[in-house]
């Protein structure tokens, strides 16, 4: 009687099952963007720097 019951339940939905990690792959993406903006922008400057001696 019990395995009648579990199969007249709905399934969960997947995204219940396996959430989904976007926002914190989005969130590591800008923060990789902006390091390389900003150590981009500290190596130009350091090297105009340079060249200026």
Do not use: C
């Not at 395995?3 to 399934?11: G, N, Q, R, T, V």
């Not at 590591?28 to 150590?39: G, R, S």
């Amino acid at each position: 009687m019990e395995m009648e019951k579990k199969e007249d339940e709905p399934l969960p939905p997947r995204s219940r099952i396996h959430p989904s990690n976007k926002m914190k792959m989005i969130r590591i993406f800008y923060n990789v963007l902006v390091a390389a903006f900003l150590l981009l922008t500290g190596g130009l400057i350091a090297w105009g720097f340079q060249l200026l001696e």
